[in-house]
């Protein structure tokens, strides 16, 4: 199981590089959203089982370790705002750049 | 417990909030801005005498064990930090008193937003956790944002977008770092991470390497370290000037601090700390900042490369790994950020007489206003390392450290580099200041002398400080034994715990 996890943030982050190191603005964002999402699942699974959390042994033994799950949907939370925040500049950047080309909206001449 | 850590936190957000509510009244939110700032002033010069004569003050929220709550720390850096953020947010906050342009931002939440600017600084200096310390670094990227995008036209966009989108990578990578590092040791308190990292390195050295390095990448986006340094020379002169000139020298010296963590608690022994890499970026970084500042036109994107140039000084120090050099580059950290600061802000005032931002178009300032020639002319020589002044000291130190450590190459990175950040200086000198006005030039404005008090007022910190070195140096080579000493952090935080 934590080797097909593994694979699939594998998968995930290299499909997400990959739509980053695109030009076109339509692609780096939803790169930049799966490497959020590829991350998330990072944390669930590099999280050890039943660790340190619970002061309770044997708790510990038939319970996950929640905090990594905290930990996840706190950086989803977070991570999304931040994706949402550069997707309205995008938005706006591209609109009134008339482009959706990264180095067509993000460099100036003139005003 | 150190209950008074929590005074910064809940002043400026409580100020924040206030502000948005009287954001269209002006005057209250000046006068709101004005308190909450040197209400934080005053503690953090508190703080600075606190945690020399009691040493780390630590509050475990809540009372929770370190292991299960969130720890808040400060030391001797920690209130450095606070305190230079502050006075750059003063100082701007004195920019934006003197009526030289229209001011159409401060209608854009422009305080509230400064002021969630400073919740980041005090949440990344006082936090004793790796995640809290990822929550109040986006804090402060979604109020940078908010700055660099204040106004909505194209410029601002495309500097927004520039940086919010080098600064979601950076965090993203610090986030990686986290999950990997808390599967490790169990937890992302940073003194249990320290503490715990020992037994993992000697089963797994690999696996805690490529974490390490994972953080040092992302907080060296924060710091404007050269790969991915590039967020400040493509923003920092679009947004309005008041904002140009704090924003810079915040986000770099935070991004620092967390630096300066990561090497102390983290590489601790037996883990090395990769010190020809960040030596060779360092390299890097201040080649690209001075060389690619000779290269620009506009006046305030030539300081912004020098704030490049700046960073990798501060790096350089980081990178000897030994006491003298974090020493060196603290005090380095203080001075130059003071100083280009101050940089920045005459010089934006210069444009805002000018009328433009090229320096071709500009000239004969010296014949003009003579007293802002002046004040320029102090920081540039303190810049370049003159003799009285405040970066003189922090060159010697850094040349010092190096030369202890037997690396002369790197003392002659340091003359070398100082004697070519002249250039791009004499070059603003030259074109802006003592050059006659061009006859296609706009006509100039003439200043007042509000005009200068931004300026002056950086400029006259670096002085008193240049005055009482012997204290700043004290208080910088002791700041550095705090940062490196690792078992001694480790004891403070968790003995709290057992204390109660």
């Known amino acids: 199981m934590l080797l097909l996890l593994s694979c699939l943030v594998g998968l995930l982050s290299g499909t997400a590089i990959y739509l980053i190191l695109h030009r076109n603005l339509r692609r780096v964002l939803p790169g930049a959203l799966l490497l959020l999402l590829a991350i998330c699942l990072l944390i669930i699974t590099a999280g050890a089982p039943g660790w340190g959390s619970l002061n309770n042994a044997r708790l510990a033994l038939l319970a996950a370790d929640p905090l990594p799950q905290i930990l996840a949907i706190t950086a989803l939370a977070v991570g999304l705002g931040m994706v949402l925040t550069v997707l309205a500049l995008a938005w706006r950047g591209a609109r009134l750049a008339d482009s959706d080309d990264i180095d067509r909206v993000t460099t100036m001449d003139g005003s | ?500």
């Open chain 2, 1 to 500: 417990m150190d209950n008074h850590l929590v005074v910064p936190v809940l002043t400026v957000l409580f100020s924040a909030v206030l502000t948005t509510l009287f954001s269209r009244q002006r005057i209250v939110s000046r006068w709101l801005f004005l308190l909450c700032c040197l209400t934080n002033l005053v503690y953090g010069a508190w703080l600075l005498v606190q945690v020399v004569t009691d040493g780390r003050q630590v509050l475990l929220v809540g009372g929770w064990p370190a292991s299960l709550g969130v720890a808040l720390v400060a030391d001797r850096l920690s209130a450095l930090v606070l305190v230079l953020a502050v006075l750059l947010l003063l100082a701007a906050f004195l920019f934006n008193l003197t009526p030289l342009d229209r001011r159409q931002h401060e209608q854009f939440f422009f305080y509230p937003l400064l002021l969630l600017l400073l919740l980041g600084v005090c949440g990344v200096v006082l936090t004793g956790d790796l995640f809290n310390l990822f929550i109040w670094y986006e804090v402060q990227v979604l109020a940078a944002v908010g700055l660099l995008t204040l106004g909505g036209g194209r410029r601002q966009m495309a500097g927004g977008l520039f940086y919010s989108m080098i600064n979601l990578l950076g965090s993203l990578g610090f986030l990686a770092a986290c999950g990997l590092l808390y599967g490790l040791v169990g937890s992302l308190n940073m003194a249990l991470v320290s503490d715990r990292l020992e037994a993992v390195y000697t089963t797994s050295p690999e696996l805690v390497a490529a974490v390490a390095s994972l953080l040092l990448l992302s907080l060296g986006t924060r710091a404007a370290i050269v790969p991915l340094s590039f967020w400040g020379t493509r923003t920092l002169h679009m947004p309005p000037v008041a904002v140009g000139m704090l924003l810079g020298g915040i986000l770099t010296s935070t991004g620092f601090y967390g630096l300066y963590r990561v090497v102390g608690l983290i590489y601790r022994e037996p883990l090395p700390v990769p010190s020809g890499a960040l030596l060779l970026l360092a390299a890097l970084t201040m080649l690209v900042g001075v060389l690619g500042a000779l290269g620009q036109s506009h006046i305030r994107q030539i300081i912004a490369f020098l704030l490049l140039a700046q960073a990798g000084y501060v790096l350089l120090g980081l990178g000897l790994a030994s006491e003298s050099g974090v020493a060196a580059s603290v005090l380095f950290l203080l001075h130059d950020t003071l100083l280009l600061s101050a940089l920045m802000g005459l010089c934006g005032t210069v444009e805002l007489l000018s009328k433009t931002g090229d320096i071709r178009q500009m000239g004969g300032v010296v014949a003009r206003e003579p007293g802002l020639a002046l004040v320029w002319f102090v920081a540039f020589v303190s810049l370049v390392g003159v003799l009285p002044l405040g970066g003189f000291f922090a060159r010697l130190a850094l040349l010092q450290a190096a030369l202890s450590v037997e690396r002369y190459l790197v003392a002659l990175l340091v003359v070398g580099i100082t004697l070519l950040s002249l250039l791009p200086l004499l070059k603003i000198w030259h074109e802006v200041f003592w050059k006659e006005l061009p006859t296609d030039a706009p006509v100039p404005r003439r200043a007042a002398f509000p005009h200068l008090v931004p300026g002056l007022f950086l400029v006259a910190i670096v002085l008193l400080s240049s005055l009482g070195m012997t204290y700043v140096v004290e208080y910088s080579t002791r700041a550095a034994q705090q940062i490196l000493d690792a078992p001694a952090y480790v004891a403070d935080v968790l003995g709290s715990a057992a204390g109660e």
